[in-house]
């Protein structure tokens, strides 16, 4: 038996053995995957953070861009966001179409009166990151404008010796080095004449605009008016809109204002060029004629802004109409908050020159 448990012994140790290398093999087999490499973010962000601020980009953007607000932010009575520009556009082309103005996204009612501004919202696009335009750094949305035009290195600048001709912009840590060597200021003063002229022209503009003002407010006859243009429709079949004041009185004078979209085009909402041009007319009967200056300016109520814009006519008994002038708007983004407002307030004033 000793003999025979000897003999089979060698036979247990290898079959105890044998299962312990196979267990070695398996253990090689399941070992975990490695671990991928960490995306570099380069500005020391996590990807967890990144993923978050995609959801809020995605949460937070307006319903009709699917950009970030840059200024307010309206909302619909059911929460759905637009920014101010998308917001005043909806609007216009509702006037526009004789329609009345949806959400987008639920397709409710809006109007001034009906969509709140979201102030959280506001204050948290604020203070999302937010690359700059030169640089690519982010920034605070918030304090992204102060950078971009105060502080960064890579924003574009024009040379000091703009004024004497020097077209050179470029970089702003780059300007010093530019300034240094450029050829402008050893110019003669023949060859800086020209680009002289072309600021003393603007600056003759502006002058002449100033005398002008100027010298009609010493005029015996004055006045002004505070007007209100309400929109109306025609009666053709495809109605036209436009704008017409109550009658108003100045100067012993009974007048009316219209306005008209983009001189009567049919279908001005189809295009985002607008513009609105008025017309004045005389309703009192004259026996002489009347030569007349006027200035248009926003009312009293409105943040429209308009630049100053003289303009004159002499009225008569056979000419009680003026030409259509245009607004003088600063931006084409001014036309579409004149149409989405109710009604448009404007500040008239009249000269009458001396016979």
Known sequence: MADLGGEELPQIEESSEQPSTSREEDVEIVEPVKKRAKKDYGDGRRPEEDRLERRLNGILCCTVCLDLPKSA?????????????????????????????????????ISRGNCSRNLAVEK?????????????????????????TEECQDRLTNCKYRR???????????????EQDCCHPKKSGADITEALDVIDLKHKEELELFNHIFNLLSFEKIGFADIQLRPYRTDEFITRLYYESPRFTVLNQTWVVKARINNNDREPNLTVHRQISYQIILKSKVNTNIDMNFLVMKGPYDDVKLEAAVKRFQFSSDSLETDYYEFPLVTAAECNKLLAARNINLRIFMFQAPK
């Open 73 to 109: 932010v309206y909302q619909c009575t059911n929460g759905h966001l637009m920014c101010a520009g998308c917001f005043t556009h909806l609007l216009a082309d509702a006037r526009l179409k004789d329609e009345q103005a949806s959400c987008p996204g639920c397709r409710t009612d």
């Open 124 to 148: 948290a696009v604020s203070e999302l990151p937010a690359n700059c335009q030169y640089c690519s750094c982010q920034y605070p949305r918030s304090k992204l404008e102060k950078h971009e």
């Open 164 to 178: 004497i001709g020097c077209q050179w912009r470029g970089p702003f840590h780059e300007h010093k080095e530019h």
